[in-house]
């Protein structure tokens, strides 16, 4: 069971990695999944639209991109995150870079687990889960908010 970490192209230092994997494995659990190997990685706008062109010929921005490599049961995947698009997001939607980031982690997360997004009755499914387990991070968000007293 390995979730990583890592930068592409940026600097960026996620803290609470530990806690972080703790709740995806609580997630991956909740849902009947075990993890096999995931790959989190950091990157900015102009690689993530690079893969999004290379890999899936979009050609627009996006904040995360989710390749599944999962077999049956068992999580195998990348998470692609630009941390601009986090930064700009989380000024659009009012809410702080630290929730808007594990919102989108968590998002990725639950297309591992095969949920999707691609029509409205999906999303609505997807948007409900990701505010669930958004709760499971309320204690990183005490942590963080406590430090920056």
């Known amino acids: 069971m ?3 970490f ?3 192209n940026i600097k960026f230092n996620l803290r609470f990695k530990k806690r972080i994997r703790e709740k995806l494995i609580k997630i991956s659990e909740i849902e009947g999944f075990l993890i096999g190997e995931i790959n989190i990685i950091f990157t900015s706008d102009i690689n993530l639209l690079k893969i999004n062109q290379k890999y899936l010929s979009h050609n627009y921005l996006t904040d995360i ?3 599944d490599y999962s077999v049956k ?3 195998n995947g990348e998470i692609y ?3 601009i698009r ?3 997001n989380s000024k659009l939607y009012n809410v702080s ?5 594990y919102r989108v982690i968590i998002h990725g997360f639950l297309h591992l687990i095969k949920y999707d997004d691609l029509n409205i009755k999906d999303k609505i499914e997807m948007k409900k889960k990701e505010n669930f387990y958004l ?3 309320k204690d990183l968000f005490i942590v963080i908010n406590k430090a920056k007293i």
Request: overall charge negative; charged content about 25%.
């Open 135 to 137: 709760n499971e991070f």
């Open 73 to 75: 049961n068992i999580l």
């Open 6 to 8: 890592l930068n592409h």
């Open 86 to 88: 986090i930064r700009d």
């Open 97 to 101: 870079f630290d929730n808007e980031l």
């Open 81 to 83: 995150i630009s941390i």
């Open 65 to 67: 991109l989710t390749f």
């Open 2 to 4: 390995i979730i990583r």
